[in-house]
């Protein structure tokens, strides 16, 4: 069994940054590919950034430049490192890692950006 925790999450004010984390547990042997979604009230989940087994990485154009994906292989620990928040950023932020195959999701980490 894996288990898939986020943590990070809060609220901030616009221009502001945040760290998401989030850690695998449990019968993982790695984590292969990483991404981060998010889902807004009344909208449908998107896709906001991913990284490849080999380091890649890839973001929504929305966030571009503005967040970082990164990883800690020795710890099954992923991260979102989000800079200039904006309002339009306010989303419940999950982790979806894959590992041998299988994919794993988070409960999700809400992130408010309000003044």
């Known amino acids: 069994q894996v288990q898939v925790v986020e943590s990070g999450g809060g609220l901030v004010q616009p221009g502001g940054s945040l760290r998401l984390s989030c850690a695998a547990s449990?019968?993982?042997?790695?984590?292969?590919?990483a991404h981060w979604y998010r889902q807004a009230p009344g909208k449908q989940r998107e896709w906001v950034a991913g990284m490849g087994s080999g380091g890649n990485t890839m973001y929504a154009d929305s966030v571009k430049d503005r967040f970082t994906i990164s990883r800690d292989n020795a710890k099954n620990t992923v991260y979102l490192q989000m800079n200039s928040l904006k309002p339009e950023d306010t989303a419940v932020y999950y982790c979806n890692v894959v590992s041998r195959g299988f994919n794993y999701w988070g409960q999700g980490t809400q992130v408010t950006v309000s003044s």
């Open positions: 449990g019968n993982i042997f790695g984590i292969n590919t």
